[in-house]
């Protein structure tokens, strides 16, 4: 979209109540957001919208200035993709109700993977839940999947984390603005920064400085699960937004999955209840791989495969075929110490084994 459109997209978008279907008729009425913002109030009736947003957007048009605005979100190192960009997740062009643009800080080039994953959960998770959500998502990122979550307190900080802790990649959806000032909860900012500058992304379609309301996180859940391939819900009790992202990913044709939980735990009604319905019964990444048809070895050898070392890529390159750790070093020339360590870390990532006698091949 055009720099210039995009700066009345971004003033019309901070009006309160001014959301994914009104910013679309405001397009169709005037052609162009610069038309709409610039059209008197009588015009604007034409616009199907309830009052309290019309007054809204009447007095947004007195008070604010769109080229100020837009230099804010320079200043704060925030972007907007729209949905008429090549960068726009193609899976969220086809839910419902698509939103008009997103906000966004951190690469928006990584919102279009092949297998995006939402992991979701409750605020206030067990130890199973934790262990488990931590195992499940960073297995998950290191094998090249995409995290998505909500950057909530509990289950969606763990996923989060685990993703990054495992160099992977990962999305925070919010239902706030992105901006540091603005992110709910106060006390994972630090962690979206993290996301941020980490190779993953913070979005919303929220302007920045708009508030964390209850209103938000159902229509942020939805972007949650239009995002994402299939929606794996950890821990939920029977009421839980957790399982909102659920019931939205089902209506959108998304895979379902759950981890099962004892009986006993509160915290684990919710995935009960949604096995007992049809969702995929998970307890490993390599459950969800297998869902989606990959060979759970083969991806994860692929994707550490994209993270090696110079050390480690010649010693990997060198093993054409099986060789003894002396064979390998007068080969690579890297010091027996520095040999050793790598090979280990090399083992660990399954891109070499040891077949005995300090011999060493390709896995």
Known sequence: MDPGELK???ALNAVPGVGAATLRALRDCFGSFERAWRADERAVSAVRMDDKTRTALAAHKKSADPERMAQKLSQDDIWIITDDDPLFPPLLREIASPPVMLYGRGDKTILAPAYPVAVVGT???T???VEA??????DLAEAGITIVSGLAAGIDAKAHAAALARRGVTVAVLGCGT?????????????????????????????PGTPAVREHFPMRNRIIAGLSRAV????????SGALITARMGLEENRDIMALPGSVFSPASA?????IREGARAITS???VLEEFGLDAGRVMRHHAAQSLNPEETIILSSLDEPLAIDAIRAKTGIPTGALMASLSLLELKGLVRGIGGDTFQKA
């Open 8 to 10: 009345f997209l971004n």
């Open 123 to 125: 605020r206030r998770p």
């Open 127 to 129: 130890p199973y839940g």
């Open 133 to 138: 959500a931590e195992t499940i998502a960073g």
């Open 179 to 207: 901006d540091r000032q603005t992110v709910f909860p106060p006390e994972n900012r630090g962690l979206a920064d993290r996301i941020a500058a980490g190779g993953g992304a913070v979005i919303s379609e929220y302007a």
């Open 232 to 239: 794996i819900v950890v821990e939920a009790r029977e009421k």
């Open 270 to 274: 919710g995935p009960n209840r949604l």
């Open 285 to 287: 990444g390599a459950d």
